[in-house]
């Protein structure tokens, strides 16, 4: 299995914020334009996917590509 | 062809120039109602993925270079023109208030852990009944200190950063970091608010912090929840 390169810590950081931003913040103007579930479980699945484990965000001291 | 909105500016908002947004779909950024908009012509509205959050945001960040701007939230569409029109009609006190409050500032995200204060514990299978209850019982528990520990760290970081930050937004978390804070700072402050965290990561040696930003104000742009 193809594994991803490793990110650096301040890259997950960064990307999970970026997430919890965009779909769960900001203006919205057509209430009635709801993302499905399924479309933002799906992009948190692509984010674990990229990082390993979002959870590390709990250890950054075990995470992968960290500064020296 | 439907319109995808990224961002929503002053009608004297400075534009960046050309770029490219969701799926590759050209920026264009005309006056609708009075104020100065980005979008793309989508034939529907898209389906949430990585690379589309990605291109919702480059766009936004672009845009917010030269002055601060309300930011969208991913995957609102519509039909032409007149119905964008209608919805920022019917949002003008919403807005004006918004681009107000968030004027000449960004937005800065830390998340706080606790390494000694784990999350919550999972709630074991349902072969014992009263385990099940008890383990349920456990977790609100958890849930519930953590929440007052995260509380308190927020109030002594508000506290701390003190004038610096024009406001703060917590959210308490039941795994992960124990808060997750964004804070409101105008452009010019953001050296003492690099500081100022910096100082108060060095004064709780018991907690780890994840400071990320500058961001588009994603976190303040409405006063209504």
Known sequence: ??????????????????????LDRGV??????????????LVYLELRLLLSSVETLAHPDKAVGDPP | ???????????????PGPQTGIDGAAVRSPEVAGYRVW???????PAASL?????????????????????????QWFDTEDGLAAA???????????LERVRDAVEFGI??????????????????????LEALARREREATARERRGATVAVALERHLGSCIRAQCARFMTSGALVAAAHLISRHDTGTYRERVRTFEESRPDLRFALS???????FVDDEG
């Open chain 1, 28 to 41: 919205v103007l057509r209430g009635d334009v709801i993302i499905s579930v399924a479309g933002i479980d």
């Open chain 2, 39 to 45: 979008l793309s012509a989508l034939p529907a509205s």
């Open chain 2, 88 to 98: 920022l009609e019917g949002r003008r006190a919403r807005l004006d208030r918004g």
């Open chain 2, 213 to 219: 930003g500058p961001w588009p104000p994603y976190g």
């Open chain 2, 51 to 75: 690379d589309r959050v990605r291109s919702h945001h480059a766009v936004i960040e672009r845009c917010c270079a030269p002055a601060t701007l309300l930011p969208m939230r991913f995957g």
């Open chain 1, 1 to 22: 299995m193809e594994s991803s390169p490793p990110v650096a810590w301040g890259e997950r950081v960064r990307l999970v914020e970026l997430v919890d931003r965009v």
């Open chain 2, 111 to 132: 998340r706080v852990i606790d390494p000694g204060f784990p999350a919550s514990a999972e709630v074991p299978d349902r072969s014992s009944g009263r385990a099940y």
């Open chain 2, 1 to 15: 062809m439907g319109l995808y909105l990224y961002c929503v500016g002053r009608s004297d908002h400075p534009d």
